[in-house]
C-alpha cells in the first residue's frame, strides 16, 4: 500500500473539527432512525442490537479525541447501563501524524482501548482546504480535472440546488441505478429522505442535481457543519458519461460550501492503493481536485463484556468471510 503525495494549497490544519456525525442534529436523526443517540459529555454514541441478544454495540464514529472530552469512566458506566459489550470508536478524525500529540493519544488508546478488527468508515480521506479563492482553487486541481469543468459547462450541463422534494425523488432514483450498476447496498429511500429533511431544517444539508436538456445525470447530498462542507453521498447515471457532469458537480459544491462560509472540504473516504479496485476510481477522481489524502489513525474497541465481544468479533468475521466467498 503506497500513499501519494499529492500537491495542494493548504492554509490551515485539516484535522482541527468535530465530525458531523459526532453533531446533535446527526444523533437526533439516527435517534428518529430508531437507532438511539447516547451523549457523554462532548461526545456520543448510536446503540446496535446484537441478533438474539440483549446486548448492544455502541458505536461512536469519527470523534475528534484532540477536540472532544469525556471522562472514560463515565463513558463506560452510561455504556453498561445501555446494555452495550463495548465502544467502538470507529477511524477516528485524527490524522496519523508523527507528532507528540498524536503519539500520545495513540498510546493512551491503546492503554485503555483494543485496534477494532475491523472498520466501518474509510481510515483514507481527502480533505481539501477551500479557504483560498476560487482561482486558487482551480490552479491547485489535476490540469484534466479543469479541462473536464470546463468541457461539460460547454457542452450545456447545468447544475441546479434541488432541496425539495423533486431533488430527494431525483436523488433517490439515481441512487438506486448507480447502486445496482456499481454493485453496492445503499440506504433505503427513506434514510435518506429523512437524513435530508432532519439536517436541511438546521441548515446543514443541500442536494445538487446535474442536468442535461432537462434530464438529471447526477445528484450529490452535501452536508456541512462549522465551516466544513461534507460529501457524503453521490449518485449519477449511465447516460452520456462524455458530459462530464460529476465533475461540475464538485465544482459546483465547492462554490457552495464557500458560499456556506466553509473552509475545508472533507470527501468522505478514499484508497491509498491504486490496485483497490473498488474504490481506486473515485479516489482518483477526488485526487483531481488537489486535495490532500490523508490516513486516520485505527479504530479502537473499549471492551466492557469480554466474552460476548470475541463472539461478536468471530461471528463478525465469519460474516465477511462467507460474502467474499459468495461475491
Given at each position: 500500500?503506497?500513499?501519494?503525495?499529492?500537491?495542494?494549497?493548504?492554509?490551515?490544519k485539516?484535522?482541527?473539527?468535530?465530525?458531523?456525525?459526532?453533531?446533535r442534529?446527526?444523533?437526533?436523526?439516527?435517534?428518529?432512525?430508531?437507532?438511539?443517540?447516547?451523549?457523554?459529555?462532548?461526545?456520543?454514541?448510536?446503540?446496535?442490537?446484537?441478533?438474539?441478544?440483549p446486548?448492544?454495540?455502541?458505536?461512536?464514529?469519527?470523534?475528534?479525541?484532540?477536540?472532544?472530552?469525556?471522562d472514560?469512566?463515565?463513558?463506560?458506566?452510561?455504556?453498561?447501563?445501555?446494555?452495550?459489550?463495548?465502544?467502538?470508536?470507529?477511524?477516528?478524525?485524527?490524522?496519523?501524524?508523527?507528532?507528540?500529540?498524536?503519539?500520545?493519544?495513540?498510546?493512551?488508546?491503546?492503554?485503555?482501548?483494543?485496534?477494532?478488527?475491523?472498520?466501518?468508515?474509510?481510515?483514507?480521506?481527502?480533505?481539501?482546504?477551500?479557504?483560498?479563492?476560487?482561482?486558487?482553487?482551480?490552479?491547485?486541481?489535476?490540469?484534466?480535472?479543469?479541462?473536464?469543468?470546463?468541457?461539460?459547462?460547454?457542452?450545456?450541463?447545468?447544475?441546479?440546488?434541488?432541496?425539495?422534494s423533486?431533488?430527494?425523488?431525483?436523488?433517490?432514483?439515481?441512487?438506486?441505478e448507480?447502486?445496482?450498476?456499481?454493485?453496492f447496498?445503499?440506504?433505503?429511500?427513506?434514510?435518506?429522505?429523512?437524513?435530508?429533511?432532519?439536517?436541511?431544517?438546521?441548515?446543514?444539508?443541500?442536494?445538487?442535481?446535474?442536468?442535461y436538456?432537462?434530464?438529471?445525470?447526477?445528484?450529490?447530498?452535501?452536508?456541512?457543519?462549522?465551516?466544513?462542507?461534507?460529501?457524503?453521498?453521490?449518485?449519477?447515471?449511465?447516460?452520456?458519461?462524455?458530459?462530464?457532469?460529476?465533475?461540475?458537480?464538485?465544482?459546483?459544491?465547492?462554490?457552495?460550501?464557500?458560499?456556506?462560509?466553509?473552509n475545508?472540504?472533507?470527501?468522505?473516504?478514499?484508497?491509498?492503493?491504486?490496485?483497490?479496485?473498488?474504490?481506486?476510481?473515485?479516489?482518483?477522481?477526488?485526487?483531481?481536485?488537489?486535495?490532500?489524502?490523508?490516513?486516520?489513525?485505527?479504530?479502537?474497541?473499549?471492551?466492557?463484556?469480554?466474552?460476548?465481544?470475541?463472539?461478536?468479533?468471530?461471528?463478525?468475521?465469519?460474516?465477511?468471510?462467507?460474502?467474499?466467498?459468495?461475491?
Open positions: 500500500m503506497k500513499l501519494l503525495a499529492v500537491k495542494y494549497v493548504q492554509h490551515m485539516l484535522d482541527a473539527f468535530v465530525h458531523i456525525v459526532q453533531s442534529e446527526w444523533g437526533d436523526f439516527k435517534s428518529s432512525m430508531n437507532t438511539k443517540s447516547v451523549i457523554v459529555d462532548d461526545i456520543q454514541f448510536t446503540k446496535h442490537k446484537l441478533p438474539k441478544l446486548f448492544y454495540i455502541a458505536y461512536a464514529p469519527k470523534i475528534n479525541f484532540l477536540k472532544q472530552k469525556f472514560w469512566e463515565k463513558l463506560k458506566n452510561i455504556a453498561i447501563k445501555e446494555k452495550c459489550i463495548m465502544v467502538r470508536f470507529d477511524v477516528p478524525n485524527n490524522i496519523n501524524e508523527n507528532n507528540d500529540e498524536v503519539i500520545a493519544l495513540v498510546k493512551d488508546l491503546n492503554n485503555k482501548c483494543k485496534i477494532s478488527p475491523r472498520s466501518t468508515f474509510s481510515k483514507h480521506n481527502i480533505l481539501l482546504d477551500i479557504s483560498g479563492s476560487l482561482d486558487e482553487i482551480l490552479a491547485g486541481m489535476n490540469q484534466k480535472t479543469r479541462y473536464n469543468i470546463k468541457l461539460a459547462e460547454k457542452k450545456g450541463v447545468k447544475v441546479l440546488l434541488k432541496n425539495d423533486e431533488g430527494i425523488n431525483i436523488f433517490n432514483k439515481l441512487m438506486k448507480t447502486s445496482a450498476r456499481q454493485g447496498l445503499p440506504h433505503s429511500e427513506n434514510y435518506y429522505a429523512k437524513c435530508f429533511d432532519n439536517l436541511y431544517k438546521n441548515k446543514m444539508a443541500n442536494i445538487l442535481v446535474a442536468y436538456e432537462n434530464e438529471p445525470l447526477g445528484a450529490w447530498m452535501l452536508f456541512n457543519k462549522d465551516n466544513v462542507l461534507y460529501y457524503p453521498y453521490g449518485t449519477s447515471s449511465a447516460e452520456h458519461r462524455n458530459l462530464m457532469s460529476s465533475n461540475l458537480l464538485a465544482w459546483e459544491a465547492i462554490k457552495l460550501g464557500k458560499n456556506l462560509g466553509c475545508i472540504f472533507d470527501m468522505w473516504g478514499a484508497a491509498a492503493d491504486e490496485n483497490d479496485k473498488a474504490w481506486w476510481g473515485f479516489t482518483k477522481f477526488k485526487l483531481g481536485y488537489g486535495g490532500k489524502l490523508v490516513e486516520y489513525i485505527d479504530s479502537f474497541d473499549l471492551v466492557i463484556n469480554k466474552p460476548i465481544y470475541n463472539i461478536f468479533n468471530f461471528s463478525y468475521w465469519l460474516f465477511w468471510k462467507l460474502r467474499k466467498l459468495n461475491s
